[in-house]
């Protein structure tokens, strides 16, 4: 007799009891912690098959792929290989599906994490197609991870919510509850610490309360990497040390391997060094015993700044060069920020200036993409998120219609032989459409004028500005005329706001806003790109008379009168001017510009510096490297 996971004995009926612990299995009800309750119910799931049932053949094969090769990732890759053909000559797009999930996640371990994505892709095709809530949202929630480890965490957020919503539609508590930690990730990586802090909460809460020590395992890692980018090493160091604990409980050398990858990390923060290279050595092992390789840039990184932190030196410029050569296979950017500004600190300690500076350039060149990739994740995601209450509003409408229909209907149906008063309804409903389509429309207009408008000032904000720019762009390119952009920037901003107070501060925003606006052209377009920092396309005009547009902003800044908002209070701006260069694109461009605003408030502030030109164009993105770098940056992922 054959007893099932939730307790209760299988003696009638086996086909019945394998589904029903088959689709606990599915929907993460059941935590399988460790690997030997992970054998024990694999094999109670095997008793329970009926001999000859293909479906469910697969299906118990594919829940073997997922739980079976905790300990060996290349013979879990080749089983789900062979299962996903097996599917395919089955005609079952069900377990297809699955095994096309399994098959990603060995490999991200396998290869690397961008190799899962097409696998990933293939999953939520055919789970769209099939309309199963719970296979797309896992599908989702794989992808998602993915997208956030190579920096799109606009994409990710997007899967994780969506999962999110299909989980809780389809009443899958425990999948719900576990997805909150992808989504603590996500806030995570794009520095946004408090709802993180927040969402690791709640996920360990619920880990803790369902007994789950894999989602334990996971919450608990997750924190130490948090605490690290907190700078709170010594919290780091303990949570790392219970991520390891959970993770021997559960039995897996690649878990155990990952959480001490944490805990070096965490150690390293502490300047822990010695102890860091032995666990190192630990997590390099447990890494090799499962022939996981997706760890071998961070091994090499976490080696490198152990050895830097000993005093090492050429040991560790061995292993950062090795990391390097791993890191440029990959998009993540704040692990090559952390590897270039390790280096750095090891050559300038070695007294091989040239190649600290080349470090500490690329170092600053990582961070200033990514500062700037960061501001385009959340504009991403605020886009995404009008774009779905646009969505939820065009729903609301059509079931509004739809049920308008029906009552029409329905009213015919029932007061057949009164049909002037079925019309004088009909006319009723239809005019109670209108008002409400007109109001779904005005609240839609509202919404897009909000998601594209500076709320302070009134101007463009960076989402609009750099789309007039990519148009502009672009039409320059095809009718062959000069485009500009001028970068502006309110000098000793932080000066104003700290003296006169920050609504004073936004009083001189609106002034010196109004300022360039009556200065600028009709066809120029002017945009808000950060706190004060500011951005003006210039279509069809040459760089001399950029130079004359730009001199006469900052004149007409300068010659502001703001007595009456506060006496003695003055302002000035700082502004760089690039044109469009043949090779330039979007990016390249504001770089270029970004340079020339640089050099204007190195050179005193309260001028105009115009971009050196192409010559200059190679170097632009390296400008801002004087600033020392510390040993941690943004943390790991």
């Not at 944490?262 to 997590?283: I, S, T």
């Not at 015993?289 to 961070?298: N, T």
């Not at 890191?327 to 952390?338: D, H, K, P, V």
Request: overall charge neutral; charged content about 25%; hydrophobic content about 45%.
């Amino acid at each position: 007799m054959a007893v099932a996971a939730g307790g209760r004995a299988e003696t009638r009926d086996p086909a019945a009891g394998f589904d029903r612990l088959a689709d606990r299995l599915d929907n993460h009800e059941l935590a399988v912690s460790g690997e030997a309750q992970t054998q024990r119910v694999l094999a109670e799931l095997r008793a329970m098959l009926p001999p000859g049932d293909a479906r469910r053949e697969l299906r118990y094969r594919y829940l073997y792929c997922v739980l079976g090769f905790g300990n060996d990732v290349r013979a879990g890759f080749d089983y789900a290989a062979q299962g996903l053909a097996d599917a395919r000559k089955a005609g079952d797009a069900y377990a297809e599906a699955n095994f096309q999930l399994c098959r990603g996640q060995y490999h991200e371990l396998a290869t690397t994490s961008s190799d899962a994505l097409a696998d990933y892709d293939a999953g939520i095709a055919i789970a769209g197609k099939l309309g199963d809530a719970r296979l797309l949202g896992d599908a989702l929630s794989l992808r998602g991870g993915v997208e956030s480890l190579l920096g799109e965490h606009a994409k990710a957020l997007a899967d994780f919510i969506e999962a999110q919503r299909l989980y809780e539609g389809a009443h899958r508590d425990a999948a719900a509850e576990s997805n909150l930690l992808n989504i603590a990730i996500v806030y995570r990586r794009m520095g946004d610490y408090a709802k993180a802090h927040d969402f690791l909460r709640q996920a360990r809460d619920s880990a803790v309360r369902r007994h789950d020590i894999r989602d334990q395992y996971f919450a608990a890692l997750q924190l130490a990497f948090l605490y690290v980018e907190e700078e709170r090493a010594d919290a780091a160091v303990d949570s790392a040390r219970a991520a390891v604990d959970l993770a021997q409980r559960l039995g897996e050398r690649g878990s155990t391997g990952l959480a001490r990858l944490g805990l070096a990390y965490a150690l390293n923060a502490q300047r822990g060094y010695a102890q860091a290279l032995a666990v190192l050595k630990q997590a390099e092992a447990d890494f090799a015993a499962v022939s996981d390789r997706s760890e071998g840039d961070m091994l090499d990184l976490n080696y490198g700044i152990a050895y830097a932190g000993l005093g090492q030196y050429e040991r560790a410029i061995k292993m950062l060069d090795a990391a390097e050569g791993k890191l440029r296979n990959t998009n993540n950017m704040r692990y090559r920020e952390m590897l270039y500004a390790t280096r750095a600190s090891v050559y300038e300690a070695m007294h091989k200036p040239a190649a600290a500076l080349a470090d500490y350039k690329r170092a600053m060149t990582m961070r200033e993409t990514m500062h700037r990739m960061g501001r385009t994740q959340y504009g991403t995601w605020m886009s995404y998120q009008f774009d779905s209450q646009r969505r939820e509003l065009e729903n609301r409408r059509l079931i509004a219609e739809a049920a308008l229909k029906e009552q029409r209907v329905k009213a015919l149906e029932r007061v057949r032989n009164w049909q002037a008063a079925t019309l004088l309804f009909a006319t009723l409903l239809v005019a109670l459409l209108v008002v409400f389509v007109w109001r779904q429309h005005r609240q839609s207009r509202r919404l897009r004028r909000m998601a594209l408008t500076d709320a302070l000032t009134g101007i463009a904000n960076r989402r609009q500005i750099e789309n007039t720019l990519h148009e502009h762009v672009a039409a320059a390119r095809q009718n062959r005329r000069p485009l500009a952009v001028l970068t502006l920037d309110v000098d000793h901003f932080k000066r104003i706001n700290d003296t006169w107070g920050h609504q004073i501060g936004d009083d001189v925003l609106c002034c010196i806003v109004h300022a360039c606006q009556q200065a600028l052209r009709k066809d120029d377009a002017l945009g808000r790109i950060g706190g004060e920092e500011f951005m003006v396309v210039l279509p069809g005009t040459s760089p001399d008379a950029a130079a004359h547009v730009a001199e006469r902003l900052r004149a007409s800044v300068e010659a502001l009168d703001l007595g009456d908002i506060a006496r003695g209070l003055k302002a000035t701006v700082s502004i760089g001017v690039a044109d469009l260069l043949p090779d330039d694109d979007v990016e390249m461009l504001i770089l270029r510009a970004d340079a020339a605003l640089y050099r204007a408030k190195r050179e005193g502030r309260n001028r105009v510096e115009i971009d050196a030109g192409a010559d200059d164009a190679a170097g632009s993105q390296a400008h801002a490297a004087a600033a020392p770098v510390a040993l941690f940056g943004n943390g790991p992922r």
